[in-house]
């Protein structure tokens, strides 16, 4: 009888299209088999879920590590995109410089130079900015910034900044305290290289010669010695020739001078030039920085070395 029934219980589960195994093993019962059938099912839809849930989560990780808009945040660094390194210069604190009481001071910190800006001279007490040699590698580059691009510009946010027209027919040069060609790694630094808060009146004849010959040594020695902190401006007389278009409200410096302090190696100097042709090789016009500080008021840090001279240690 047993027997019977099970037969008959198997042919119904046929008919209603249940699979049901072929036997029924020792004292299990058709309603165990069944219930361990459909927790079976269950976990392997429970398991295939959780693999495609955890696929979905690393394709949306990639998708958020590489998304356009992640990207958006590297800079790009001049026509090379590149993602090096720069070095913040408004939290160097070797570059500050400390101006004497009483001269008009207006600190500007832009993304690759610190101008120490003179409102009531109208050009820069000092330009100060650190330079390594993965900058330099960047603006020597094919595909640097062409400073052709570039026009002079006044700082809209400088009250007190020139116009480019202002130097029309003074007889001296828009001349860069920071040089545009440490500059051409990138659009930003160019453009703000090119506001006239980072110029002074410079004689045309020494801007373009030998100022322009000192400049691009110290960018060489930037990728020998792998960092530099490069401080320039003006020395000005007691009473200052003045120039301007409509105002003369713009002084004309006596002198330049150049510090670079190079970190890695322990070593300092200083350059003065006269505004005015300046024949003869550097080896003329090196000076301590001690001597920058002595003609100009200005402080430098004490990391510096202010007795330095050696100008073979350079060359």
Excluded at 105 to 122: G, H
Aim: aromatic share 8%; hydrophobic share 35%; glycine share 6%.
């Amino acid at each position: 009888m047993k027997r019977i029934v099970k037969i008959w219980i198997l042919v119904a589960a046929m008919v209603m299209g249940g699979a049901l195994p072929p036997q029924v093993m020792g004292g299990d019962t058709i309603s165990t088999q069944w219930s361990a059938q459909a927790k079976s099912k269950k976990k392997k839809k429970k398991d295939k879920k959780s693999r495609k849930s955890r696929k979905s989560g690393q394709s949306r990780s990639k998708s958020a590590k590489y998304s356009p808009s992640s990207l958006a945040s590297v800079p790009a660094i001049g026509k090379t995109q590149s993602a090096a390194a720069v070095p913040q210069q408004s939290s160097n604190a070797m570059l500050a410089v400390t101006i004497p009481k009483g001269v008009s001071n207006q600190v500007l910190n832009y993304q690759a130079i610190r101008v120490n800006f003179n409102p009531t001279l109208r050009i820069p007490n000092c330009v100060a900015y650190e330079l390594t040699a993965t900058m330099v590698d960047m603006a020597d580059a094919p595909g640097h910034e062409n400073r052709k691009s570039y026009n002079y510009a006044r700082d809209p946010n400088v009250k007190s900044c020139p116009e480019n027209w202002e130097y029309r027919g003074s007889g001296y040069s828009r001349g860069h305290m920071a040089p545009a060609m440490d500059m051409r790694w990138g659009k930003t630094p160019m453009a703000e290289c090119f506001y006239m808060t980072n110029m002074c009146p410079q004689d045309i004849k020494l801007n373009n010669d030998h100022w322009r010959s000192l400049e691009e040594k110290v960018h060489r020695w930037a990728k020998r010695d792998k960092r530099l902190l490069i401080f320039t401006g003006p020395i000005m007389g007691k009473s200052p020739m003045m120039i301007g278009k409509e105002k003369k409200n713009i002084a004309v410096p006596d002198a330049f001078f150049k510090v670079i302090y190079a970190p890695e190696k322990g070593r300092a100097i200083a350059f003065i030039y006269d505004n005015k042709p300046c024949p003869g090789g550097i080896t003329k016009y090196a000076v301590t920085v001690a001597e920058v500080e002595r003609r100009t008021g200005l402080t430098f840090s004490s990391s510096i070395p202010k007795r330095q001279c050696n100008i073979n240690d350079w060359l």
